[in-house]
Structures are given as C-alpha cells and as structure tokens.
C-alpha cells in the first residue's frame, strides 16, 4: 500500500487539479457529512453537473488543446478532457473517502 501511494507522488498524478479538489472534496465530505447524507450527494445529479461544470471552466481556461498550427481550438478534444477531468474529480474524492473510512480506528 505504502509503494502505491508513493508512486502517486512520483508520478505527478496526485498533483493534477482535479485530483486534488477530488481529495480535498473527499476529505470534507467524510470529516463533516454523515453516511446518509454522503449518499444522498453522491445520487444526487447536481454534485455532478457541479462537478463537470468545474472541470469545463479549469479546462477551458488553463488546458486548451489546439489543432495543429495552434491557432484553433480543438473542441473535441477539449471535452474529452473535460470528461477525464470530471471523472478524475468524482473518482478521487470517492476513493478518498473510502481511504479514510479504511484507516480510520472509530
């Protein structure tokens, strides 16, 4: 467990934006919300367009991909990443949750 956690950091990966809101989301939600109400946000669809509204306004601002020639926007390509973006979001604070759940001695 130890090794997956430290290639997370020497990866990069636990650096992405995403990643780290995810966490940060993760974090909030198990320290301040109960199981029920865990629950009702996560089937709830607002936390999800929240979150893909999130990952749109980061991409389209800081992660634009152009076509070639750099003078047109790929938009295509934009919102895959803006659906990998989401999906980084959602899966990082969920595993964050569980991670804190796992460790947790209460």
Known sequence: ??????????????????????????????IYLTAEQMT?????YRFYLLGVLIAFIYNFVFKKVYREGGYDLDVGATM????????????????????LSMISLT
């Open 80 to 99: 895959l990443n803006v659906l990998g973006s989401a999906l980084k979001f959602f899966l990082s604070g969920i595993l964050m949750i569980s991670f």
């Open 1 to 30: 467990m130890i090794k997956g956690i430290l290639s997370l950091f020497t990866s990069g990966a636990i650096f992405n934006p995403m990643v780290l809101l995810g966490i940060f989301t993760g974090i909030f939600c198990y």
């Open 40 to 44: 009702a946000l996560f089937f709830d």
